[in-house]
Nanobody
Framework: QVKLVESGGGVAQEGSSLRLSCRDS????????????MAWFRQVPGTERQFVSG????????RYADSVKGRFTISRDRMSNIMYLQMDNLKPEDTAVYYC?????????????????WGQGTQVTVSS
């Protein structure tokens, strides 16, 4: 069973950086996500969970929401089953709970319905 665990959230000043990590801890030494697209979503209380960035199974294709393009970078280490989100030049509007997700597809999809496995979320708070 896939179990995704996010880490790296916290409180940051506007203009600073954070790096989020997402690890599949469901299978010891497994490669459960090596052929799956993955993504980061974020959610502010009372609003819909929104797509932030996605990456294809081999890292060859990436997608970003317009609001984070040029500031965030997604990457993955397939051998270690870890995905990252480097967040630079953070803004107060980036404040949210960030979730990682594994897709049923190999592509870098932005459609929430393509994602069936989710982490528990990590809080990112950006102060001005």
């Amino acid at each position: 069973q896939v179990k995704l665990v996010e880490s790296g959230g916290g409180v940051a000043q506007e203009g600073s950086s954070l790096r989020l990590s997402c690890r599949d801890s469901g299978r010891t030494g497994g490669r459960s996500l090596s052929n799956n697209g993955m993504a980061w979503f974020r959610q502010v209380p009372g609003t819909e969970r929104q797509f932030v960035s996605g990456i294809s199974w081999n890292g060859g294709d990436t997608r970003y929401a317009d609001s984070v393009k040029g500031r965030f970078t997604i990457s993955r280490d397939r051998m270690s089953n870890i995905m990252y989100l480097q967040m630079d030049n953070l803004k107060p509007e980036d404040t949210a709970v960030y979730y990682c997700a594994a897709s049923i597809r190999a592509t870098a999809s932005s459609a929430k319905t393509d994602y069936r496995s989710w982490g528990q979320g990590t809080q990112v708070t950006v102060s001005s």
